[in-house]
RNA sequence: GCCCUCUUGGUCAAUCGGUUAAGACGCAGCCCUCUCACGGCUGAAUGAAGGGUUCGAUUCCCUUAGAGGGUACCA
């Protein structure tokens, strides 16, 4: 058989030789341990925790080994893209502060000299090296009926194939040129596969990051090369494109782990080089049943990246909180380096936790706290500003109009030793406090309340707010005395029959007057806050 | 069915043959205190099961179980 003559057949038009391409993608220049590798999504919805995960370890390596991280857009299957898809890609990137260092721009140009990176402007490229693998007798046509649905599919290859898991070696592998050619002329669409050259008998080994050696049966199928559409697979694709553009590290979900030997057969028909692998796993969920689930975008928000903007997480919490659950020396690094970037972290490649983790809606709001606490309030200000300009624009009006009372309302227990770590999201300042931004409601409910009426009625004879709060506090105390309060608590304690109530009582009725709530920071700072007139206001009732 | 991966408290997890099996979140209690929070202290809670190997297994090996993934002209 003249392969040669079998690719000239099917490939009339493609002239040039795989050495002719490598030759314009020359090895990149690295220094020793220099990762590089990618984000390769599909432009087929809204960005998934999932990609982003798996993103992020990629970028970690990148950036820890001072190398090359690029995006390459996966846009193989039409049929699945989304309108506004790849906008949406790059807008969660900027948001969350991702830096590429190679990218397609969304007009379609190129930034980076390993283009073209996107998978459609490729086509030709994948059928260069086809060509060339047909000529070497390494890849066939195939001509079988191209079916639509999966059932079909696997119906056709019931029959195709042997059932003993051995070989899945396709009818097509040994067409005879005259074959090929009526084929051709009657003008019959052409898949090219693999002309695999193992007989299922075959065991390899190849490492992993996370999971370390891997001993697995070798490829035995013909897989696909190029559909018939002339597009290639993923497998196909990952190779040619990796290998041009210099990937040393190819990140990926662990849904690729399986498929693993038939990418390291399809690089070696090639000659290409095997590429290190890092099969991450899956972000989950605990389902309804108990077992572990991937986290989904329909049933969890939280799957969704732009969740978390939409709720008003600060990006570096979130940032955090990943790293966390990708890297098991994240938290200790944190705990010994409370005030330093996330940047500044050694992402460990040892590190990388192998085992799908829940995600933990709950930790992500203690980091989030912590984070938030160590603002000023000018930044909480800033922060709490921008999320409502974007979600809440009537707040956020407000927000600009009353911009030196709302500063001091971030300011309520921040700074310090001992900050206060009730906030862990934008969103829900405005209810968090909103007694200080309008006076509280439901007072009927509140005036009721045995003693609270003429308590306040005394305690707001004469108010004026101190300057100091010992002096405030000195005031509580004394109409407290005088209606027949205890104010020292020992003695409340001991006999708490005597009195009407204790100090702890008649805070309560100030802050009760003041926020409508039991619960609220220092009654003394939210006066102060609120000032003489406002405060006195609302103890009048 | 077959193939691959994973399995330490509720969650994230440390240990890389010898520890009273760290730490964080969450939970409970106590202290502080004008409440809540913060902070401090204390506590409950973990090696999937069964076999080996070893003086000694959470750690190494095997089996089983469970979970996840794959088994497409999807990625």
């Keep these: 058989m003249d392969y040669q003559k079998l690719a000239n057949l099917l490939y009339p038009n493609v002239k040039t030789s795989p050495e002719e391409i490598l030759a314009k993608y020359p090895p990149r220049n690295l220094k020793q341990g220099e990762v590089v590798s990618r984000f390769a999504p599909s432009p087929t919805g809204f960005m998934h925790i999932g990609n982003f995960f798996q993103m992020f370890i990629s970028y970690s390596l990148c950036k820890v080994s001072n190398g090359v991280f690029f995006l390459r857009m996966e846009d193989t299957d039409a049929k699945r893209e989304v309108e506004g898809a790849r906008a949406f890609i790059y807008d969660i990137l900027n948001r969350f502060g991702i830096k590429v260092d190679e990218y397609p721009t969304l007009d379609g140009k190129d930034v980076g000299n390993y283009g073209p990176y996107v998978q459609s402007q490729r086509k030709e490229l994948y059928q260069i090296f086809a060509k060339d693998l047909v000529a070497r007798g390494k890849a066939f046509p195939c001509f079988c009926k191209k079916t639509e649905g999966k059932e079909e599919i696997l119906e056709d290859r019931k029959t195709k194939f042997l059932e003993n898991d051995e070989t899945e070696y396709d009818p097509c592998r040994d067409l005879s040129y005259e074959e090929v050619k009526e084929h051709l002329d009657r003008g019959d669409k052409f898949a090219i596969r693999l002309r695999t050259k193992n007989t299922g008998k075959e065991r390899i080994v190849f490492h992993d990051l996370i999971k370390g050696d891997i001993e697995a049966k070798a490829n035995a199928k013909d897989v696909i090369l190029i559909k018939n559409d002339g597009i290639p697979p993923y497998p196909f694709a990952h190779a040619v494109d990796d290998t041009l553009m210099g990937t040393n590290v190819v990140v990926r979900g662990e849904e690729y782990l399986g498929s693993t030997p038939v990418h390291l057969e399809i690089f070696e028909a090639l000659g290409f080089k095997p590429i290190a692998y890092c099969h991450n796993p899956a972000v989950c969920k605990i389902g309804e049943n108990g077992n572990r689930r991937k986290i989904s975008k329909r049933y969890d928000p939280e799957a969704k990246m732009l969740y978390y903007f939409e709720e008003g997480y600060p990006k570096e919490a979130v940032l955090e909180y990943l790293l966390n659950i990708i890297n098991s020396g994240f938290e200790g690094w944190r705990a010994k380096n409370p005030d330093a970037k996330w940047e500044d972290f050694k992402f460990g490649i040892n590190d990388i936790t192998a085992v799908a983790p829940i995600f933990d809606l709950l930790k992500l709001n203690d980091i989030s706290k912590n984070i938030i606490a160590k603002m000023s309030a000018e930044e909480v200000y800033e922060n709490w500003l921008a999320w409502a300009k974007e979600f809440k624009p009537a707040l956020a009006d407000y927000l600009e109009a009353n911009k030196e009372y709302a500063i001091k309302v971030c300011g309520i227990d921040r ?127």
């Design 415 to 541: 700074g310090g030793l001992k900050p206060r770590k009730d906030i862990y999201k934008w969103s829900m300042i405005q209810e968090y406090f909103s007694y200080m931004l309008n006076r509280p409601t439901e007072k009927e409910e509140i005036d009721n309340i045995a003693n609270y009426k003429e308590f306040l009625t005394e305690y707001a004879k004469g108010f004026t707010l101190p300057a100091e709060k010992d002096e405030w506090f000195a005031g509580v105390k004394s109409t407290a005395e005088k209606l027949g309060y205890a104010t020292d608590n020992k003695l409340y304690k001991a006999n708490p029959e005597a009195y009407k109530g204790n100090t702890a009582k008649a805070c309560e009725y100030i802050r009760l007057a003041l926020t409508g709530k039991k619960n609220s920071p220092d009654i003394y700072e939210l006066m102060k806050i609120l000032g003489e007139k406002e405060t006195l206001a609302r103890l009048k009732g």
